[in-house]
């Protein structure tokens, strides 16, 4: 069974601060991966993806993760937060020829002015 | 080009009361998805479609019927709403490519059972 665990649930940091979303995962082989953000009362919108060949992959909004095959990690980072980076992000696998997707439980993130 | 939209945004039924919601998508994608989000509990896949006239039960499909008689149009049925299926719910679209694609997501419609 595959899965995705987000062991921090809320973090806070102040604007201008660096940002690292921790996510963990379960499966067989090497997964496709991806990142998303929810902004309050919205849907959910593609931070960025890895499926193979470089493991630092860059995304939108100035983000990046980096895929540890070893620790089953695929970690978000960001050097400085802004304030509109506050919302919920979540991590999710699919398995290759596998249609659906699973989602951790998401990181709330609130930032401080 | 509206992307994943979703009617209605909002409702409120009582317990017992049915109704459908309806996903559409512009993007002429193969896959189309159904979830349901819960504090604390991330997304969960209720059911999904891959390809007009296909459907198969996902994680959580108890109490909901979908159908997918067109391309576009993705409907998600709940016959008799429960308390429990107060949630948030969102419709979520992909290509064919079981590889990478990414999911495009619908902005959620909230349903209250009371």
């Known amino acids: 069974a595959q899965s995705v665990t987000q062991p921090d649930i809320h973090i806070t940091v102040s604007e201008g601060a660096s940002l690292e979303l921790r996510c963990n995962y379960s499966y067989g082989a090497t997964p496709y991966l991806f990142w998303y953000v929810q902004s309050p009362g919205q849907g959910l919108q593609l931070l960025l993806k890895?499926?193979?060949?470089?493991?630092l992959v860059q995304g939108i909004k100035g983000f990046e993760a980096e895929f540890k095959r070893s620790q089953s990690s695929f970690n978000l980072r960001k050097p400085s937060v802004h304030w509109s980076d506050a919302a919920e992000y979540f991590c999710s696998l699919r398995g290759a020829g596998s249609y659906q997707l699973t989602f951790g439980k998401g990181t709330k993130l609130s930032v401080i002015p | 080009n509206a992307g994943v939209t979703q009617t209605p945004k909002f409702r409120v039924l009582k317990t017992g009361q049915s109704m459908t919601l309806l996903c559409a998508q512009d993007?002429?994608?193969?896959?189309m998805y159904w979830y349901r989000q819960d504090p604390g509990m991330g997304l969960r896949l209720i059911h999904y479609s891959v390809g007009e006239g296909t459907t198969a039960k996902g994680e959580v499909p108890d109490g909901y019927n979908v159908s997918r008689l067109k391309k576009q149009n993705f409907l998600l049925g709940l016959e008799s709403a429960a308390p429990s299926q107060t949630s948030v719910y969102f419709c979520?679209?992909?290509?064919?490519?079981?590889?990478?694609?990414?999911?495009?997501f619908g902005p959620g419609t909230r349903l209250t059972v009371t």
């Open positions: 890895y499926f193979s060949g470089d493991t």
């Open positions: 979520a679209s992909s290509t064919a490519n079981r590889g990478p694609s990414e999911q495009y």
């Open positions: 993007m002429n994608h193969e896959y």
